[in-house]
């Protein structure tokens, strides 16, 4: 399969000391990039923020250093990949994830949340032109979905999903402002929306805005309180603005519930229980995260933290 690099060629990368890293995300046994909606979110070494891109067509690009990064991929019908990738020094890299569909869970308890009064409102003609954005987006026919989205809004001016679904095509389409003004709208309409919210967090951590980001993770904790991404980004911000007891608290909750991806999270604790002066405390993070992961992307970094601390104490 050719990749193509339409931004900005490998020399001119090689020339900034980046890497031109392409991410190709295809359904196990497929032979074509994905055509549905994914986020492909990338972080550093410590979870620290790279990127984050949705897509509909299965590839997205970054300009990176190198080194080692942490891949996410989610999407409402796949499995979420977690995944480790190390870059070279070289001009280009194409990384090919396979992903696969999410099982259908039989039984599930319904929600005791009441229905936002926002959604009890909806006439039938904006449900319907909602519908039809659907069944466009089924078609990958985007231009037609975002015409009955625009036409749902008209007629339901309230109407917080469709905002939030036009503000993931707007995403998808590299239209940050106008999906961020969209996000907005949607929480301004539902604060209880936790996805809405935890679009808006994803903006805002990408830009290093960690005191914007902590006031959407807060929302989408509230909505969503055990969501595992929202307590490990929640503890990272708090992490970045010097919070540090919040966010030893967060990487806690984290670490209470079957957290398969999330070990990261115990480095987060183990850097902020240093801030505190507490050294015992972030020499356990850090052996925990290597019980965790002994050959994780970080597990260099715990050892040497665990090297320092245990030097201080002789």
């Given at each position: 399969m050719?990749?193509?690099?339409l931004?900005?060629t490998?020399?001119?990368f090689?020339?900034?000391?980046?890497v031109?890293l392409?991410?190709v995300?295809?359904?196990?046994?497929?032979?074509?990039?994905?055509?549905?909606m994914v986020t492909v979110?990338?972080?550093?070494?410590?979870g620290?923020?790279v990127?984050?891109?949705?897509t509909t067509?299965?590839?997205?690009q970054?300009?990176?250093?190198?080194?080692?990064?942490?891949l996410?991929?989610?999407?409402?019908?796949?499995?979420?990949?977690?995944?480790?990738l190390?870059?070279?020094?070289?001009p280009?890299?194409?990384?090919?994830?396979?992903v696969?569909?999410?099982?259908?869970?039989?039984?599930?308890?319904p929600?005791?949340?009441?229905?936002?009064?926002?959604?009890?409102k909806?006439?039938?003609?904006?449900k319907?032109?909602?519908?039809?954005?659907?069944?466009?987006?089924n078609?990958?026919?985007?231009?037609?979905a975002?015409?009955?989205l625009?036409r749902?809004?008209?007629?339901?001016?309230?109407y917080?999903?469709?905002?939030f679904?036009?503000?993931?095509?707007?995403?998808?389409a590299?239209?940050r402002?106008?999906?961020r003004?969209?996000?907005?709208?949607?929480?301004k309409?539902?604060?209880?929306?936790?996805?809405?919210?935890?679009e808006?967090?994803?903006?805002?951590?990408?830009d290093?805005?960690?005191?914007?980001?902590?006031?959407?993770?807060?929302?989408?904790?509230?909505?969503?309180?055990?969501?595992?991404?929202?307590l490990?980004?929640?503890?990272?911000?708090e992490?970045?603005?010097?919070?540090f007891?919040?966010?030893?608290?967060?990487?806690?909750?984290?670490?209470?519930?079957?957290?398969?991806?999330y070990?990261s999270?115990?480095?987060i604790?183990?850097?902020?229980?240093?801030?505190?002066?507490?050294?015992?405390e972030a020499?356990?993070?850090?052996?925990?995260y290597l019980?965790?992961?002994?050959?994780?992307?970080?597990?260099?970094?715990?050892?040497?933290?665990?090297?320092?601390?245990?030097g201080?104490?002789?």
């Open positions: 050719p990749v193509l690099f931004l900005l490998p020399a001119g090689a020339q900034m000391g980046r031109a392409q991410i995300v295809m359904r196990e046994g497929g032979k074509m990039p994905l055509e549905e979110t990338l972080r550093d070494d410590w620290d923020m990127g984050s891109e949705d067509r299965g590839f997205v970054f300009a990176v250093r190198p080194g080692m990064y942490r996410t991929v989610t999407g409402a019908a796949i499995e979420t990949y977690l995944g480790d190390k870059l070279d020094a070289t280009s890299w194409s990384e090919v994830i396979y696969r569909p999410k099982k259908t869970v039989v039984g599930i308890v929600s005791t949340r009441p229905v936002p009064a926002v959604r009890l909806i006439p039938r003609k904006a319907d032109e909602y519908g039809q954005a659907e069944a466009a987006l078609k990958h026919d985007v231009e037609e975002r015409l009955h625009q749902a809004i008209a007629l339901y001016p309230n917080d999903l469709a905002y679904a036009l503000g993931k095509l707007e995403m998808a590299a239209h402002d106008l999906a003004a969209d996000f907005e709208q949607a929480v309409l539902n604060d209880f929306f936790g996805e809405a919210h935890r808006l967090a994803r903006m805002l951590l990408a290093k805005n960690y005191a914007g980001a902590e006031t959407s993770l807060l929302a989408a904790m509230r909505s969503d309180p055990g969501d595992l991404w929202t490990s980004f929640t503890a990272l911000t992490l970045e603005l010097g919070k007891a919040d966010a030893v608290a967060c990487a806690s909750r984290v670490h209470s519930a079957k957290h398969a991806g070990a999270v115990h480095l604790a183990g850097r902020s229980w240093e801030a505190l002066h507490h050294s015992d020499a356990a993070e850090y052996r925990q019980a965790e992961e002994p050959d994780g992307s970080n597990a260099s970094r715990a050892r040497e933290a665990l090297g320092r601390l245990t201080a104490q002789k």
